[in-house]
């Protein structure tokens, strides 16, 4: 441990930046940047909950692009009870792809890994350096600089990850399931940057799993040309001693259609941070969320939803379950920008306390900067019925039982309406 909070994780960083590869110069950027805004700190805003002490001043080892792991017999194993028939797998770990592992790409997929061309690589590379600083630039205007260092670490680490490319006006019919397995005391940090083609349909896992001592800090930027239509599914079921931090942006072009369910049981502590930024007219979100926390656990949800022009509409359901001493965060903001009219947007996080040492903090918030739109947000924080409860135990099912059957009924709605039926059952199996 150290007095300085988070030196032991910069350091660890610093052992990146001097590796001489096509995107050792974006990386030193990234760090310089670093320096500037700072680690996540207990006395800033977005981040007076988290624990972050618990994983900045732990010694991890990174994960280098350039000397991948070799896996044992038991990672093998574990990687194929993820994997199910109906998809293309890609898989990676800690943070590297495993070609050996993966499926064949369908026709209308490119992806671009660390371990391929050099060329793609540095394009790569300057690609998600612009990423960050776009979004460095508009976090300066509509939040909390502070919130993009975790992206800057991430980009300080560059090489991990992959890039993903979808054709303009293809259809992908099986499910792209991208698998990160994670190692014990590695620092993992996978960078996607995904854009999907003008007309285009596909649909996407993100699925964190793994030893129940590493770091996972990813960043997913998602980009929607015109008409394109995307569902993702993300789901963060790590060791319960494991630290995850994601941020995952996604940019709507004109009749754009994004449908996401975030899903989080794993990790000592979790934090999902999801912006949405409607660009174009008649783009739509629909932003649900499913969380679990038992034991000592923390899981936290942040949402940023931006209309930044009218005739949008976004949706937003949070439900989550709180046991033993577990605690939870749900801050979600909604901003609706001048000239946005007839823009519409609707929040909601209900949390479901099955303990009276499970705290929640939920804060929904409406930012309304034109006229003529539709804005509603809601939260509720409450307790299991006692009238339900009596009702199951008349027939005959033990209080323990009934209270997990009502728990389980309370969240997993969110996930039977997700629409793609290959990942909504490959989900349903593994979470009930």
Known sequence: MTTETGLPLLQAIRQLTPAQDAAAGQRA????????????????????????????????????????????AEQKAEIQ??????????????????????????????????????????????QGWQQQQQV????????????????LLNMAGYGQGAVLEVAPETLIAQPVALHFQSGAGQLVQPRLQISVGAGSSVSFLENYFGSSSSMTNVATHLQLADSAKVQCLRWMQAGKSSFHYGESIAVLAANSHLQSLSMQTGGRWSRHFLSVFHQGPDSFSKIDGIYWARGEQQIENYTNI?????????????????????????????????????ASSSQLNQTLLMSSDAEMDSKPQLEIDADDVKATHGSTVGQLSAEEVFYLQSRAIDAVTAKQILAEGFVTGLLTEFPQATLRQWALQRFV
């Open 306 to 342: 931006e209309h930044l022009v009218g005739r949008c509409q976004s949706e937003q359901v949070y439900k989550g379950i709180l046991a033993d001493k577990s605690r939870g965060v749900f801050a979600g903001r909604v901003h609706i920008g001048k000239g946005a009219a007839l």
């Open 81 to 126: 009870t993820q994997l199910a028939p109906g998809m293309t797998h890609l898989v990676f770990v800690n943070g590297h792809f495993q070609k050996e592992l993966s499926s064949p790409l369908p026709p209308g997929l490119k992806v671009v890994t660390g371990t391929g061309e050099p060329t793609d690589y540095a394009l790569a590379a300057r």
């Open 136 to 151: 460095q630039e508009w976090w300066k205007n509509s939040y909390s600089l502070h919130e993009t260092s975790m992206g």
């Open 29 to 72: 950027q990234a760090m310089a940047s670093l320096q500037d805004v700072g680690l996540p700190r207990r006395g800033l805003e977005t981040w007076k909950y988290s624990p972050v002490q618990l994983w900045q001043d732990v010694e991890w080892t990174p994960s280098l692009h350039f000397s991948p792991p070799a896996l044992t």
